[in-house]
Structure formats: C-alpha cells, structure tokens
C-alpha cells in the first residue's frame, strides 16, 4: 500500500479546484527549498483546466516557476494545437500565463504519426532529464491524475496492454473504444513518485470513485486502484458530488 493515503473531500468544484491549485503551490516551494527544483507530471481531460487557471492567477509572482518542470502524465495522439491535446489545455490555461522557462516544459511529441515513436521519445526524454540509469525509474515530486467514468487514469484504460508494462517508462496504448492510440505513463512511473493526487469532480465519477476506493473490483476494470506508490503519498482530492457514493462507514 502507499505510504499514506489521504482522501479531502471539499464542498463545491471550486473549492476543489482551490485546495488543488494550494496543493501543487506548496509541494512546489517546498521541493524547491529542499532539492533546488520542483518536478511535476500534469494530467489532462477537463477536470484540472479551472485549478490550472487558478494557479496562473493567484501564483504567477509568488512561486518559483523557473526551477518548476512541467511534464504530462499522459497525451492524446494529437499535435500541440489539436483541441484534444492535453498540452494545449494546460498551455492555454496556465503555462502561456506564467514565467516559465519554455525549456522547462517537456511535452510528449504527439504529432509524430507514429504512437510508438513519441512514446520512446518522451521516455528518451525522461531518462535524460532525471540522468536515469538502466532499469531507474524518474521520481517526481507531483503527479496530477484524474479520473474517467470507467476507472481509467492517465491513459491507462480497463483491460489495455499497458497495464501490464512493468519496465517501460512510456508507452503507445491503443486504446479501442477510441479506436487510437494514447501516449501514456506507465504504473512503474506513477507508482515512482513522491506523492500523486487523484483530483475528481462531478457526480458523474460517483459510481467509478466507489469501485475504484470502497470495492473488491480488479485493478485491470478500474486502473485507477492500481496507482499505490509505496514510497510516496497518494491525495485524493474530491469534490462532494464525485465523494456522493462513498460509504463514509469505510
Ligand atoms: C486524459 C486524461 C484522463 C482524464 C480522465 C478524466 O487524457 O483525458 O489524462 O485520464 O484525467 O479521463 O477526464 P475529465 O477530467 O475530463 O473527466
């Protein structure tokens, strides 16, 4: 199990996406005090965009966005300017907003026709970034994840092939409901980090919320329970629609 779990669960979607903008502000200075340099992994979808924008509001003087490296945890197969793109929603929503170094922000390369291609690429990235040896897995200070309505996270969705990678950094998962492939993380990358939060809005993810914290269900229908880093801690931020069918008996 993960060294502490932790599950908030606020009010209302804005205080959610305010306690996650808080959140991503103190492990960043407090990574910058402690080790020079704060290195996070965004994650993508709908959810984070307004907790983007509140970091690029609130924070945009008060944190040290050029010791700040910004990563995803996964990305649509894409290019940049695709409205799918995960790395467009958070540039449009916070990075193009704040002082960041554009050398500081390492996008996955989703243009590339070829899914596989980008995927070693990013990893090629990784392991230079980090200065990786042989079978070392990155250790960032933050990973941001959500939540689908069918347990996916990242884009490891149920009953695809990256769930079982267990040495790759990154990998092209084709996912068939979409019929394309997603760029994504791998467990041994996410399970690696130094604390991961899970930040889920909407009573929409009520029902996968339940399987995933307070059922039995396999980690391969809902691969969000198999994100545990044990050496890390796992936040589950939620608002109180998304926590609506939780037992608080648990
Ligand atoms: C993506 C995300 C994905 C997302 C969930 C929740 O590429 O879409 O990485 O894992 O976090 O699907 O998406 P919403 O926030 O849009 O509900």
């Given at each position: 199990m993960s060294s502490s779990v932790e599950i908030r669960t606020l009010t209302t979607p804005q205080e959610l996406f305010e306690a996650g903008a808080e959140l991503v502000a103190h492990a960043a200075k407090e990574a910058v005090d402690e080790r020079g340099r704060f290195t996070i992994a965004l994650s993508g979808g709908s959810t984070p965009r307004s907790m983007y924008n509140l970091l690029a509001t609130n924070a945009r003087t008060s944190l040290p966005w050029d010791r700040m490296f910004f990563f995803w945890g996964d990305e649509r197969h894409?290019?940049?300017?695709?409205?799918?793109s995960n790395y467009r929603m958070a540039n449009e929503a916070m990075l193009a907003k704040v002082p960041v170094p554009q050398e500081n922000v390492f996008r996955i390369p989703?243009?590339?026709?070829d899914a596989g291609l980008a995927a070693e690429a990013y990893e090629a990235t990784l392991r230079k970034f980090f200065a990786l040896d042989p079978g070392q897995l990155p250790v960032f200070d933050l990973i941001l994840l959500g939540l689908g309505p069918d347990g996916h996270t990242a884009s490891l969705f149920p009953d695809t092939a990256a769930l079982q990678e267990k040495s790759r950094l990154v990998v092209a998962n084709w996912v068939e409901k979409f019929k394309t492939h997603r760029i994504t993380f791998t467990l041994p990358v996410i399970n690696s980090a130094r604390c991961v939060v899970f930040l889920v809005s909407g009573s929409d993810k009520a029902i996968p919320l339940q399987s995933v914290l307070q059922s039995d269900a396999p980690g391969d229908k809902y691969p969000a329970k198999l994100v545990r880093p044990p050496n890390g801690k796992l936040i589950w931020l939620l608002d109180r629609a998304a926590a609506s069918g939780l037992s608080t008996a648990a």
């Open positions: 894409v290019p940049p300017a695709n409205e799918e989703a243009e590339n026709p």
